[in-house]
């Protein structure tokens, strides 16, 4: 186990605070410093886990303070927002689909190129929709007493099979079944 002096500490203590793995601090550590720390030596330096709950004062506002700045710097970053990311794939997309129409007939292997990168791009902006990106969807509702439901599998997609007990409850979800009298 090194022992880290006061600068290296203060490194250790900014790089956790923005969220760099341990592993990725002791590597950066050794590449600048020349030290050599073990990762449970790290765990020390950042006061959100248990290790770091005894770090001296300062260090813990160094880190609290380098991270708030960190979180407000992204809120800078244009495509840390989704409706950004979404208008450029947006143009994206339409450049390559103007390429698709440039390019001639003849050329199959460009244009299928081409038609790939679209595919990539749609799904891109699926994902970032919400991920429904794909032809598989399922219905989630609850089964009795809040487990599954049976469903049947048709052409990629999951639907709702109910039974006709299912049929009752679903109708009249608050009134019990009707009780046969007794002969």
């Known amino acids: 186990m090194a022992r880290l002096k006061s600068k290296h500490k203060r490194f250790v ?97 460009g244009r299928a190129d081409v038609l790939e990168e679209m595919r990539d791009v749609l799904e891109q902006m699926a994902k970032e929709t919400g991920g429904k990106y794909t032809s598989t969807q399922m219905l989630e509702l609850m089964g009795e007493g809040g487990g599954p439901i049976e469903t049947e599998e048709q052409g990629g997609v999951a639907f709702f099979v109910p039974e006709e007990e299912d049929e009752e409850a679903l109708r009249s979800s608050d009134a019990e079944p009707d009780e046969e009298p007794d002969e």
Do not use: C, M
């Not at 609290?64 to 809120?75: M, V």
């Open 13 to 109: 203590v900014r790089r956790l605070a923005v969220f760099d793995r341990p592993s990725e601090v002791r590597e950066a550590l050794r590449e600048r410093h020349e030290v050599e720390a073990d990762l449970s030596q790290l765990a020390h330096y950042d006061p959100t886990n248990q290790k770091g709950q005894g770090l001296a004062e300062d260090l813990k506002t160094l880190f609290w303070d380098t991270r708030e700045d960190f979180l407000e710097e992204q809120k800078g970053i244009a495509l840390s927002y989704k409706s950004v990311r979404l208008r450029e794939l947006e143009k994206q997309y339409y450049r390559l689909k103007d390429s698709l129409e440039d390019l001639p007939s003849q050329n199959v292997l």
